[in-house]
């Protein structure tokens, strides 16, 4: 798994690191120092206080679900569709609808607090947007920079997260490629390769997304045939073609929990609330024993996430 990775990345870090050298900025790590600066984690000893910082794709009810999983604290800062960048500037879209609730808390104040052991930042999507216009590496860099600053011990985490359904390339197509080119390739290199950062491992949300659709269009996922099945509907009936309903939410964060805690999620409750109280959904116990399964999967077989066994 680790020799593909590299082979994966090797061209795009390559190209990465002459616009680097050429515009004055820290070279990018190479594919194999990505991985060698990512070890196994040793799974935490209990449930460790999170902070979420990002957009719809974290949204209210996913954390809150992931909460209820793993028994732990957290809070975040929210907004539509925000970069990195954005959170860092404070020019954050819909920052009083997104965090009109309890677990809000502003990030500055959070993360240089120390009361986090575990941070997941989200950048926005078209992640190739967020690259070119935002200055992701730099933003991901001086987030992770500020949490080492009042808490050296953190685990960093990057939630990979997905482009919408009708994505003309290929959505599935996306998902294979974007990882490596874009997600590890450029992202957590160019960030990695600044001082004061540390390692910062993949919640492999996308990765997970496509595994699922893929078992579920095989047929392997009781009560679910097709992938829109985990996204939501709007009024009218038709698909959101990139924010999750409450079966992508608990997927979430059953991908969250795995990475998070190095456990198999295989026999955790699905009967859980939304972050307002109101039950999610219903599902039937089968779809969450083979979503359990398919997380575990991805999660424990992909070495940057920082898993035994990745």
């Given at each position: 798994?680790?020799?593909?990775?590299i082979?994966?990345?090797?061209?795009?870090?390559?190209?990465?690191?002459?616009?680097?050298?050429?515009?004055?900025q820290?070279?990018?790590?190479?594919?194999?120092?990505v991985v060698?600066?990512?070890?196994?984690?040793?799974a935490?000893?209990?449930?460790?206080?999170?902070?979420?910082l990002?957009?719809?794709?974290?949204?209210?009810?996913?954390?809150?679900?992931?909460?209820?999983?793993?028994?732990?604290?957290?809070?975040?800062?929210?907004?539509w569709?925000?970069?990195?960048k954005?959170?860092w500037?404070?020019?954050?879209?819909?920052?009083?609808?997104e965090?009109?609730?309890?677990?809000?808390?502003?990030?500055?104040?959070?993360?240089?607090?120390?009361?986090?052991p575990?941070?997941?930042?989200t950048?926005?999507?078209?992640?190739?947007?967020?690259?070119?216009?935002h200055?992701?590496?730099r933003?991901?860099?001086?987030w992770?920079?500020?949490?080492?600053k009042?808490?050296?011990?953190?685990?960093?985490?990057?939630?990979?997260?997905?482009?919408?359904l009708?994505?003309?390339?290929?959505?599935?197509?996306?998902?294979?490629?974007?990882?490596?080119?874009y997600?590890?390739?450029?992202?957590?290199?160019?960030?990695?390769?600044?001082?004061?950062?540390?390692?910062?491992?993949?919640?492999?949300?996308?990765?997970?997304?496509?595994?699922?659709?893929r078992?579920?269009?095989?047929?392997?996922?009781?009560?679910?045939?097709?992938?829109e099945?985990?996204?939501?509907?709007?009024?009218?009936?038709?698909?959101?073609a990139?924010?999750?309903?409450?079966l992508?939410?608990?997927?979430?964060?059953?991908?969250?929990y795995a990475?998070?805690?190095?456990?198999?999620?295989?026999?955790?409750?699905?009967?859980?609330?939304?972050?307002?109280?109101?039950?999610?959904?219903?599902?039937?116990?089968?779809?969450?024993?083979?979503?359990q399964?398919?997380?575990?999967?991805?999660?424990?077989?992909?070495?940057?996430?920082?898993?035994?066994?990745?």
């Open positions: 798994m680790r020799k593909g990775l082979a994966a990345l090797i061209a795009v870090v390559a190209g990465a690191g002459w616009a680097a050298q050429r515009w004055g820290p070279q990018p790590l190479t594919a194999a120092q060698a600066q990512l070890p196994p984690l040793v935490p000893a209990g449930p460790m206080s999170t902070y979420h990002g957009h719809s794709l974290v949204g209210r009810d996913m954390p809150a679900m992931l909460a209820q999983l793993a028994g732990h604290d957290h809070a975040s800062q929210l907004g569709g925000t970069s990195l954005d959170h500037t404070g020019s954050i879209a819909g920052f009083d609808t965090n009109a609730h309890p677990r809000y808390r502003a990030a500055a104040e959070a993360l240089d607090s120390g009361s986090y575990a941070v997941v930042l950048e926005m999507v078209e992640i190739r947007a967020a690259i070119r216009y200055d992701s590496p933003y991901l860099a001086q992770a920079a500020r949490v080492r009042a808490r050296p011990d953190a685990r960093l985490y990057l939630y990979e997260t997905w482009h919408p009708d994505d003309p390339a290929g959505w599935l197509v996306r998902l294979d490629a974007d990882l490596d080119r997600w590890v390739g450029t992202l957590l290199a160019g960030a990695m390769a600044r001082n004061g950062v540390g390692p910062i491992y993949i919640i492999p949300g996308g990765q997970v997304m496509a595994a699922t659709a078992a579920i269009e095989a047929g392997k996922v009781p009560g679910l045939a097709t992938r099945d985990l996204f939501a509907k709007a009024e009218d009936g038709t698909t959101d990139i924010h999750f309903n409450d992508g939410a608990y997927l979430m964060a059953l991908t969250h990475t998070l805690y190095h456990r198999s999620p295989v026999g955790l409750p699905h009967d859980l609330t939304r972050a307002d109280g109101s039950p999610i959904t219903p599902f039937a116990p089968q779809t969450a024993a083979a979503l399964r398919i997380v575990w999967d991805t999660v424990s077989g992909y070495a940057l996430s920082g898993v035994s066994g990745g």
